[in-house]
């Protein structure tokens, strides 16, 4: 995971190797963020190979993504493209075979919060769902944040984030409802109904 003499490379020298057209921009980038993407991709897939495939596809997309786009968190930059492909691999993966119920963050759950945005209009509604899950969670407990993004972002198991909050997996659910529910009332006092 190190570089030359165990340092590694910042994000920004990393992000100048892509403007550089340089390949050690993947090989620095898979050194210092390889383990982080392949948890979040396992998260999602629940198998070491999909997550590998999917890891490797994130390298070829930042590739193709950087320039033009110069990322002001490439962490959260690399995450989002791993989280979107891993998602985007299951559901290509769940047409073909049945995965066990509860395995995994369901897409209908996920879906309550992030539109189709294939049309103008869809996208400007994502924009202003995104525009109040922001305002939402900037105001909501610190539980209640780590708990929505564990759950919606990193698609960790329920199980999971209650033994890393150590409360029961129902009071996470509990706790989930609430989120929604809070964020219903919000969308729909912006005029937003999903």
Not at 48 to 76: G, H
Not at 84 to 106: T, V
């Amino acid at each position: 995971m190190e570089r030359n003499n165990g340092v590694l490379l910042s994000d920004e020298e990393i992000i100048a190797l892509y403007f550089d057209r340089d390949e050690k921009a993947i090989t620095e980038t898979e050194r210092k963020y390889k383990s982080y993407l392949l948890k979040i991709a396992y998260n999602v897939l629940h198998s070491e190979q999909d997550s590998e495939e999917c890891v490797n596809d994130t390298y070829l997309r930042v590739w193709n993504t950087i320039p033009p786009n110069r990322p002001k968190l490439f962490r959260a930059f690399l995450a989002k493209i791993t989280r979107n492909l891993a998602f985007d691999k299951y559901e290509n993966e769940n047409r073909k075979k049945r995965i066990p119920h509860g395995s995994l963050l369901s897409f209908d759950e996920i879906r309550d919060f992030i539109p189709d945005s294939s049309t103008p209009e869809a996208e400007l509604e994502a924009k202003e769902i995104s525009k109040v899950i922001n305002a939402y969670l900037k105001s909501t407990s610190d539980k209640n944040l780590y708990i929505f993004v564990s759950r919606y972002f990193f698609a960790m198991p329920i199980s999971s984030i209650a033994e890393r909050l150590g409360c029961s997996e129902a009071t996470v659910h509990k706790r989930i409802k609430a989120i929604k529910s809070e964020l219903r009332k919000r969308f729909e006092s912006e005029g937003i109904y999903i």
